[in-house]
């Protein structure tokens, strides 16, 4: 590997070979996000903890500071929306160039497996790579967005992880599921978990992240369940421990209760 690519890799899976991105991307296509209105005062908080940013460049620019940042792994597909016909019909919004003048530590971009645009996101991807590898910036596919995500079971996401891999894309995020070895076992190229909608209790979120985690996933992409939480400090706080401190998810329940307790105590 090229010492460019292999620097950009090294600065967002950390030595221990995990890593935990924070997405806050979702408004390429929801617009404001519950949570997400204001995405600088979303962020700043929470940025202490994570290993890298995932976000478009319209909120980079207008709301991340540049002398205080983290690597950065800019979305750069789009152009749809969730009013839209097809969430699936995305092409490439941002450029390699564009990608190299933010400093961007990787790209990201979406694939839609089994959707009507999957031959378009598909080659979308691997022209990516192309682009990428000329450059050195990895590439991070998204799969599984949208209407994919309810075929949210270990068969879906193992093709369509390991379609993002053979095309070449040196990361792949997708959702936790049962028997998610199968998934992870398919990839050679490491998987990052992303949570979805918020679910109903932190508990479940921990018990999902540190599954994964044994079953060969390097860490999280992880988002809503984050900074939609009432307490998202403490929420990173405990994924964060999971993820790089190897707690189990009792003991990142009891880091969440902690600082909960102590910022009611401050309030
Ligand atoms: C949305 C994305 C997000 O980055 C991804 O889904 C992770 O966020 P969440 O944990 O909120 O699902 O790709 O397009």
Not at 18 to 25: I, Q, R, S, T, Y
Not at 249 to 265: L, N, V, W
Request: with cysteine.
């Amino acid at each position: 590997m090229e010492w460019g690519m292999a620097n950009r890799l090294a600065q967002l899976i950390q030595p221990d070979g995990h890593a935990l991105f924070l997405p806050v991307d979702h408004g390429y296509f929801q617009g404001p996000t519950r949570k997400l209105e204001e995405p600088g005062k979303t962020i700043k908080p929470l940025l202490p903890y994570a290993d890298a940013l995932f976000v478009t460049r319209g909120v980079l620019r207008s709301s991340v500071e540049p002398g205080n940042s983290k690597p950065v792994i800019l979305r750069v597909s789009g152009g749809t929306s969730m009013v839209g016909k097809d969430l699936a019909n995305e092409g490439i919004t941002t450029s390699m160039e564009e990608a190299v003048r933010l400093n961007a530590s990787a790209v990201g971009i979406s694939v839609f497996v089994g959707s009507d645009y999957e031959k378009e996101s598909l080659l979308n991807l691997a022209k990516l790579v192309d682009d990428g590898e000329r450059y050195g910036i990895p590439v991070m596919a998204v799969t599984a967005v949208g209407k994919e995500m309810e075929k949210r079971d270990a068969r879906y996401l193992a093709l369509a992880c390991r379609i993002a891999a053979e095309l070449g894309a040196r990361v792949v995020k997708t959702y936790w599921c049962e028997h998610f070895e199968k998934v992870t076992g398919g990839c050679p190229v490491p998987v990052v978990m992303a949570g979805g909608p918020q679910v109903d209790t932190e508990f479940e979120v921990f018990e999902f992240v540190h599954d994964g985690i044994q079953k060969g996933s390097i860490g999280v992409n992880l988002g809503r369940n984050i900074w939609q939480n009432e307490f998202p400090v403490a929420m990173i706080k405990a994924i964060r421990a999971i993820v790089h401190g190897k707690a189990v998810s009792r003991e990142a329940q009891e880091i969440y209760d902690g600082e909960k307790a102590g910022k009611a105590k401050q309030s």
